[in-house]
């Protein structure tokens, strides 16, 4: 995906493991208030501090995983696991690469349950999927907002 173009820079900036283990915890008890959808500053390492490429690249991910999102959710529905891992896998990876810090473990349990074939609860968290991913657009149209005027907004 275009998202990905930007992955060799991302390798160095690797989920710590409190990072992991903070997702765990969303999954199982979420607590979604506690911190905000994007990590800001992971996102801003990632464009170099452009904010052209943030605009750029903001773009492309709010483009992309919307897309991705719609996708899930109709696999989801049809029950195609192997739809599901596929799609869970590549929005969950440039999620975490652009550092989308709630709506990672609900896409990785989304992958999990397609790689066991398990669709236990997999419309559920394609419609929570949904949520983060709207949070996660207003945080950054709000965000691109302050920066310039001259910024657009996605």
């Not at 605009?55 to 739809?83: D, P």
């Not at 397609?114 to 657009?137: P, T, W, Y």
């Amino acid at each position: 995906m275009i998202v990905e173009r930007w992955a060799s820079a991302a390798k160095a900036h690797a989920p710590t493991a409190a990072q992991t283990e903070t997702a765990t915890e969303m999954v199982d008890g979420g607590f979604e208030s506690q911190q905000p959808p994007v990590d800001m500053e992971r996102l801003l390492d990632f464009s170099d501090g452009s904010a052209d490429n943030l605009r750029e690249l903001i773009t492309l991910y709010v483009k992309q995983t919307a897309e991705q999102l719609e996708q899930l959710s109709a696999a989801a529905e049809a029950g195609s696991a192997a739809e599901v891992r596929r799609l869970a896998h590549s929005c969950a990876g440039a999620s975490s690469t652009c550092g989308m810090l709630r709506i990672v473990p609900l896409l990785r349990e989304l992958e999990r349950q397609g790689e066991e074939k398990q669709l236990r609860n997999a419309v559920e968290l394609c419609r929570q999927s949904r949520h983060e991913f709207d949070c996660i657009r207003e945080f950054l149209d709000a965000h691109l907002a302050k920066l310039s005027p001259m910024v657009a907004r996605t």
